[in-house]
């Protein structure tokens, strides 16, 4: 029998030291972000410029966390936007992650970002659908976001052009992939996101960007993308909002009344937005919302 090969030495006192000794390298870059001597973009492009150094080493959710004002919570929301896993390090972080990162710290810090992200949002039947529908018709000059979702096409409703229609495995992979920038289940019943890459390459290209999405989906893209202007669609009164729920019939009375209730819930929410438009007339609402794009 030949003998066992010895086995590594390892060097326990060194190896334990050395993990003291990063673990305070870590925390003094982490305090370097929380006085604000340093930005946390700085701080992430050492980090992958410096695949050993303690920046590299850092966890998203600590460099992110050290920000002044941003909380586990906020930080915990805007990782998810960005697609990154809260145990990544932010020197692991893959090729596409970094720019969805680097996006976001140059927004926080107010950067040199041009970006014209439009977010519209709105209670339910106040017309989100016929504004964009008429500036997809009556403004090709701005790139409508088409989302994906896991309900099934309307007659007269094409994939790729009003929505990408897809199963509920592949929306689950667009998650875990990172590929959606915000989703949301909608009226409790399916999934709707905005795919990420698409919005990347028109903002890219200088492109005026609009989404259509609901209040929970531009509440995550005001995390992920704090340059975006968010748009709050109003009707003209209550009434009128009611009249139009119940005069397009595309729901049963109980749903009627449920999306009401989530109709008042939603109105509250409108001192989140940055700009609100009231949709009396279909023509002069899109106008006012393309104006707010550029
Ligand atoms: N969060 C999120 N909501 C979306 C997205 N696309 C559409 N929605 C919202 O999903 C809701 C349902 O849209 P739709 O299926 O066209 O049905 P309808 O509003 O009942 O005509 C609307 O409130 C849209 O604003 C998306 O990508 N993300
Ligand atoms: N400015 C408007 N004046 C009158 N009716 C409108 C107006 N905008 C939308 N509508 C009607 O209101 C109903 C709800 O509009 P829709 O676009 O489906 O709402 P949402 O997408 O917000 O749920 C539709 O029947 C639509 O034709």
Redesign the pocket.
């Known amino acids: 029998m030949s003998p066992r090969p010895a086995p590594p030495q390892v060097d326990r006192a060194a190896a334990s030291r050395a993990a003291v000794a990063a673990r305070r390298a870590r925390a003094a870059v982490k305090q370097s972000i929380a006085t604000r001597n340093r930005s946390a973009r700085e701080v992430a492009e050492t980090a992958w410029a410096e695949p050993d150094s303690p920046e590299a080493g850092l966890r998203v959710r600590e460099l992110l966390g050290s920000i002044p004002g941003l909380g586990p919570t906020r930080v915990a929301r805007i990782m998810g936007a960005l697609g990154i896993a809260d145990s990544k390090r932010t020197g692991g972080l893959g090729v596409r992650q970094r720019t969805a990162l680097r996006d976001w710290l140059t927004a926080r810090e107010g950067g040199e970002t041009t970006s014209t992200l439009v977010v519209l ?1 709105g209670p ?1 039947a106040v017309g ?2 016929t504004v964009s529908a008429y500036i997809r018709e009556h403004y090709p000059e701005i790139h409508l976001s088409v ?1 994906a ?1 896991t ?1 099934a096409p309307r007659p007269g409703e094409i994939d790729g052009v009003h929505y990408f229609f897809v199963s509920d495995d592949e929306f689950d992979r667009m998650i875990a992939e990172g590929e959606l920038l ?3 289940t ?2 409790n019943s399916y999934r ?3 795919p990420r890459p698409p919005i990347d390459a028109a903002l890219t290209a200088g492109k005026r960007v609009l989404l ?3 209040l ?2 531009a509440r995550q893209v005001r995390e992920a993308m704090p340059e975006a202007k968010l748009v709050f669609l109003l009707p003209p009164t209550w009434e009128e909002l009611v009249r139009r729920l119940i005069g397009r019939g ?1 729901e049963s009375p109980e749903e009627q009344a449920r999306r009401l209730e989530t109709a008042k819930v939603e109105l509250a929410a409108q001192d989140e937005f940055d700009h609100r438009v009231v949709n009396t007339d279909v023509a002069v609402a899109a106008r006012e919302v393309v104006e707010l794009t550029s």
């Open positions: 949002a339910t989100k659908g989302s979702t309900r915000e989703w949301a909608v009226h709707y996101g905005t259509e999405i609901d929970q989906g595309t």
